[in-house]
């Protein structure tokens, strides 16, 4: 049984993240605090870090300027017990394009470099990688509460519980055991539970949230690996994301994921967001650290 302290809309815990405290603001910076919602763990999730960090530069550049791009590095884990101290250079503002880099920190060191990219939307050229087909539809497809919410750990209930998003596998989940078999490829549908109100900035602030949570399982599947490999060190090193296509949160979006090379205890794992029509909204690539007890010197 869930545990009572969850919130009964669970995307009630991304609109909180969402919601930053400003601090000060000037010509050439603005600062910002986010907070952490309750974990059962002392760390802050990156993608929570990630998506502050956007929500913050977001809020330093005129409102016809959409998010394009972002770039960042997971440098220190955050501590959950402590506001997080967000703040914003504004590096450039030129005709079209507005550059912003943002430093997050505590207890005085960075945590998380980023640096994004904001424009004006222009015509030009238009194409894009079509969405596969075959896959599975998200309604056929069991929600992860259904698949470990009956089991008494906090891990697993925070798990089918105490995530915003709505997330379905493709595949077979590899949450507690590896998949039946080795493929270079993960496929998750993913949404809110419930519609979030926010620009289209914010939107994509919330959209590097979610992104964080699987890039990395192709790598694991393509060695028939699982989370609970005992004795595994697992951490997000850098994340890069362009935006190509509005998209609504609350409804169901693909999540492709592949991973093109793993090596030097590293792997890359590399995405693409479409709708459920087809429209590829989002890229995304991620590099992690695995370290695994059988590769120890």
């Known amino acids: 049984m869930a545990n009572t302290s969850y919130p009964d809309d669970p995307t009630d815990i991304l609109r909180d993240v969402l919601q930053l ?28 870090v990630m998506a502050q ?38 590096h450039r503002d030129g005709r079209s394009f507005s550059v912003r880099h943002v430093e997050v920190t505590q207890h005085n060191k960075v945590i998380l470099s980023l640096t994004c990219s904001f424009q004006l939307e222009s015509d030009g050229v238009v194409h894009q990688e079509p969405m596969p087909e075959g896959i599975p539809l998200p309604d056929d497809l069991p929600p992860i509460s259904s698949l470990v ?23 077979e989940p590899i949450f507690l055991r590896p998949g039946s078999e080795k493929v270079n490829r993960n496929i998750v549908w ?11 900035n914010v939107a994509g602030a919330a959209l590097a949230y979610v992104s964080d949570y699987t890039l990395l399982e192709s790598i694991l599947r393509n060695h028939g690996l699982s989370w609970i490999e005992p004795k595994k060190s697992i951490a997000s090193l850098d994340h890069a994301m ?15 994921q592949e991973s093109p090379s793993a090596q030097s205890a590293r792997g890359l794992g590399m995405g ?3 709708t459920i029509n087809g429209d590829l909204v989002a890229t995304v690539a991620q590099e992690g650290m695995i370290r695994l007890p059988q590769f120890d010197q």
């Open 242 to 256: 362009w935006f190509h296509r509005p998209f609504n949160l609350d409804e169901w979006l693909l999540f492709v």
């Open 53 to 90: 960090s956007l929500v913050a530069a977001s809020h330093s550049v005129e409102p016809d300027r959409l998010l394009h791009s972002m770039h960042c590095y997971f440098i220190r884990p955050g501590d959950a017990s402590v506001p997080l101290n967000i703040k914003v250079d504004h």
């Open 21 to 48: 405290e400003r601090v000060d603001a000037d010509e050439y910076s603005s600062t910002f605090k986010g907070f952490t919602p309750d974990q059962t763990r002392g760390q802050v999730f990156g993608g929570q």
């Open 149 to 171: 919410g009956m089991i008494d750990d906090p891990a697993a209930q925070d798990l089918a519980y105490n995530r915003p998003f709505d997330i379905r596998y493709a595949y």
């Open 272 to 274: 693409r967001i479409y």
């Open 190 to 200: 993913m949404k809110t539970f419930t519609p979030v109100n926010v620009s289209r």
